[in-house]
C-alpha cells in the first residue's frame, strides 16, 4: 500500500471537517433515509442553520443525497451516496480504534 501524501489527507480531512458531518453521516449510516427534523433531533445541539449548511456541503462533495417529494408541504429526504456509503469501513475502524485507547 502506499503511503498517502500529506496532501491528500488533508484534502480528505477537509471533506469532512466541522463539528458535525461526521456526526451526520453516523446517523444516516444508522438510518439509510431521514428527514431534515429526523436528523436535527438525531444531533441534539445543532441549530436548523449548522444543519443546513453541513448537509449542503456534503451534498457538494457528494457523501449525501437529497431527495425532494412534490407534496405540500415538500418532504426532504437524506441519504447517504455510493460515495458516501464508502466511509462506513473508515468510521468502523476509527471507532474500534477509539474503543481500544487507554
Known amino acids: 500500500m502506499t503511503p498517502c501524501t500529506a ?3 488533508a484534502a480528505a480531512l477537509k471533506l469532512l471537517e466541522g ?17 431534515f427534523s429526523e436528523l436535527e433531533r438525531a444531533n441534539p445541539g445543532i441549530s436548523q442553520k449548522m444543519l443546513a449548511q453541513q448537509l449542503r456541503e ?11 417529494h412534490p407534496e405540500v408541504p415538500p418532504r426532504v429526504e437524506y441519504f447517504l451516496t455510493e ?3 464508502g466511509l462506513y469501513p473508515v468510521l468502523d475502524a476509527l471507532t ?4 481500544q485507547q487507554p
Not at 462533495?61 to 425532494?68: K, L
Request: proline letters at 3%.
Open 7 to 9: 496532501e491528500e489527507i
Open 19 to 35: 463539528r458535525w458531518k461526521l456526526m451526520i453521516v453516523y446517523c444516516l449510516f444508522a438510518q439509510p433515509i431521514m428527514r
Open 58 to 68: 456534503l451534498e457538494r462533495v457528494g457523501i449525501v443525497g437529497r431527495t425532494i
Open 83 to 85: 460515495h458516501g456509503q
Open 96 to 99: 474500534t480504534w477509539a474503543r
